[in-house]
Nanobody, 116 residues
Framework: VQLQASGGGLVQAGGSLRLSCAAS????????MGWYCQAPGKQRELVAL???????NYADSVKGRFSISRDNAKNTVYLQMSSLKPEDTAVYYC???????????WGQGTQVTVSS
């Protein structure tokens, strides 16, 4: 499975961005998909997760501001980011898990920078 992320950029605090991540390859193997972020000097952490059936889970820091969705027909997962804060600045990585738990795939990362 290959994951291609896009949509990052520079935005002012309070603004919005939408990240996209398109999957290709052995897409029938994909179960959960998600977005993680990694700020400088920090560990990569989960931002949002969506299951094949559409159930979602969010980090407390983004609840009410971010929304994850997926289009299974397009093999794409999205992260709508609103009310962005400077502390949201990080590299955002999309992720997909094998539904049997046999593998974990990562996209290349896309930089999100929020200016104050």
């Amino acid at each position: 499975v290959q994951l291609q992320a896009s949509g990052g950029g520079l935005v002012q605090a309070g603004g919005s961005l939408r990240l996209s991540c398109a999957a290709s390859g052995r897409i029938f193997s994909i179960g959960d998909m998600g977005w993680y972020c990694q700020a400088p000097g920090k560990q990569r952490e989960l931002v949002a997760l969506i299951t094949r059936s559409g159930s979602t889970n969010y980090a407390d820091s983004v609840k009410g501001r971010f929304s994850i969705s997926r289009d299974n027909a397009k093999n794409t997962v999205y992260l709508q980011m609103s009310s962005l804060k400077p502390e949201d600045t990080a590299v955002y990585y999309c992720n997909a898990d094998d539904f049997r738990g046999l593998a974990k795939w990562w996209g290349q990362g896309t930089q999100v920078t929020v200016s104050s």
